[in-house]
């Protein structure tokens, strides 16, 4: 387009949707800061997924329904939340705003929801929990983990955690290695100067050493299973245990029979495994094969709206999690 006179630009940013929220955030972030949070692995197709698969269910709406007095309330690691929405495990949050997950913490405490903190979180786990403040008004806190083939670090993590006053770990399971991630390659991207990853004792010279691929691979256990996995983890901690990353009733059967408290069906919001569902695809199956049990079912990937967290919940979850929203409410770093 050319010549006419510049479109009037907005003077205050009205952000009425998740889609303004990320468009703000587009604009705010660099290139290799956006790219790493919004995409996922090689063509992305689970990622597309996730949203297009919720795009396709529709409500069946009633009328003349008494809606004055709704709870959309639930139970939540061991308290009462406000509504069946919190913030998922997304590392590098420092990345998106100077306070990082500190600043998350803050959020869900005035929200009246949870949140998961990443291994690869940019403040330790401490600070973040004790940013969400005492009382009954307190967020639990999730200790988000792989399982890793440092053991000494992994239960040095969990005790962290536990002192801080986390109700549960998620112990990722779809991560044996880290996903494809075409963006990442193509802009070497690194973790910026001045962010850590302290739950992981790793500072920033150490980090910015190695591409994420290697960074990631140091830490991993391939070789992780359930029947290793689920005791060692139960040996070590009074935590609750969720498996995050289950995609099939197969595990979710696995989920019953090692006993963990939970599952969050989840396929990383597509920067894993490119191909499988998006997951309200799988999320009855799920369901199904928890009943009678008490592994509780939650959900993640693609969750932009109210309508959103009403299927998954019309379909059985528990609750659900967000991870990219929560990065999108930036302001970007220098
Ligand atoms: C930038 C970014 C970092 C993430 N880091 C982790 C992580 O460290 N551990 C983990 O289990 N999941 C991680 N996730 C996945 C989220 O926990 C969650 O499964 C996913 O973001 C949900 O999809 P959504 O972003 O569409 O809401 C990350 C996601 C993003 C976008
Ligand atoms: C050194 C690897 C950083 C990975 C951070 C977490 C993440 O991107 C994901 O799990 O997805």
Same mark, same amino acid.
């Given at each position: 387009m050319s010549g006419g006179a510049p479109l009037p630009q907005p003077t205050t940013e009205k952000?009425?949707?998740?889609?303004?929220?990320?468009?703000?955030a587009d604009r705010k972030?660099?290139?290799?800061?956006?790219?790493?949070?919004?995409?996922?692995s090689t063509d992305q197709r689970t990622l597309h997924a996730n949203e297009t698969a919720l795009a396709r269910y529709h409500l069946r709406s009633r009328v003349l329904v008494n809606?004055?007095?709704?709870?959309?309330?639930?139970?939540?690691?061991?308290?009462?939340?406000?509504?069946?929405?919190?913030?998922a495990p997304a590392g590098i949050q420092g990345m998106a705003h100077p306070d990082g997950e500190v600043a998350t913490s803050k959020a869900v405490r005035s929200m009246g929801v949870n949140q998961a903190i990443s &291994?690869?979180?940019?403040?330790?786990?401490?600070? #973040?929990?004790? =940013?969400?403040?005492? /009382?009954?008004? %307190?967020?639990?806190y999730a200790i988000q983990m792989y399982p890793m &083939?440092?053991?000494?670090?992994?239960?040095?993590? #969990?005790?962290? =955690?536990?002192?801080? /006053?986390?109700? %549960?770990?998620?112990?990722?399971?779809?991560?044996?290695?880290?996903?494809?991630?075409?963006?990442e390659w193509k802009n070497d991207f690194r973790t910026p100067e001045g962010i850590g990853f302290p739950i992981l004792e790793r500072d920033t010279k150490t980090i910015r050493e190695t591409t994420h691929d290697d960074g990631f691979a140091g830490l991993n256990d391939d070789g992780a299973s359930w029947e290793r996995d689920i005791k060692w983890l139960r040996d070590r901690t009074k935590m609750k245990v969720f498996v995050?990353?289950?995609?099939?009733?197969?595990?979710?059967?696995?989920?019953?029979?090692w006993g963990v408290d939970g599952v969050v069906v989840s396929n990383h919001?597509?920067?894993?495994?490119?191909?499988?569902?998006?997951?309200?695809?799988?999320?009855?199956?799920?369901?199904?094969?928890?009943?009678?049990?008490?592994?509780?079912?939650?959900?993640?990937?693609?969750?932009r709206r109210g309508s959103d967290v009403f299927v998954a919940l019309a379909l059985g979850a528990k609750c659900c999690w967000?991870?990219?929203?929560?990065?999108?409410?930036?302001d970007g770093y220098q």
């Amino acid at each position: 387009m050319s010549g006419g006179a510049p479109l009037p630009q907005p003077t205050t940013e009205k952000i009425l949707s998740i889609a303004d929220l990320k468009e703000a955030a587009d604009r705010k972030l660099p290139a290799s800061a956006r790219e790493f949070f919004n995409s996922g692995s090689t063509d992305q197709r689970t990622l597309h997924a996730n949203e297009t698969a919720l795009a396709r269910y529709h409500l069946r709406s009633r009328v003349l329904v008494n809606v004055k007095h709704l709870d959309p309330s639930t139970t939540c690691l061991g308290r009462r939340i406000k509504f069946p929405l919190c913030c998922a495990p997304a590392g590098i949050q420092g990345m998106a705003h100077p306070d990082g997950e500190v600043a998350t913490s803050k959020a869900v405490r005035s929200m009246g929801v949870n949140q998961a903190i990443s &291994s690869f979180a940019s403040y330790p786990v401490d600070e #973040i929990v004790s =940013a969400g403040g005492n /009382g009954d008004d %307190a967020p639990s806190y999730a200790i988000q983990m792989y399982p890793m &083939s440092n053991r000494g670090l992994q239960e040095r993590i #969990i005790q962290r =955690a536990e002192a801080a /006053g986390c109700k %549960a770990i998620f112990l990722t399971g779809d991560s044996p290695v880290l996903g494809v991630r075409y963006n990442e390659w193509k802009n070497d991207f690194r973790t910026p100067e001045g962010i850590g990853f302290p739950i992981l004792e790793r500072d920033t010279k150490t980090i910015r050493e190695t591409t994420h691929d290697d960074g990631f691979a140091g830490l991993n256990d391939d070789g992780a299973s359930w029947e290793r996995d689920i005791k060692w983890l139960r040996d070590r901690t009074k935590m609750k245990v969720f498996v995050k990353g289950v995609m099939c009733s197969e595990d979710v059967a696995n989920a019953v029979k090692w006993g963990v408290d939970g599952v969050v069906v989840s396929n990383h919001g597509g920067r894993q495994l490119d191909g499988v569902p998006g997951t309200i695809d799988v999320l009855e199956e799920c369901v199904q094969a928890a009943k009678g049990s008490s592994v509780e079912v939650h959900v993640d990937g693609g969750f932009r709206r109210g309508s959103d967290v009403f299927v998954a919940l019309a379909l059985g979850a528990k609750c659900c999690w967000v991870g990219r929203p929560t990065l999108w409410n930036c302001d970007g770093y220098q």
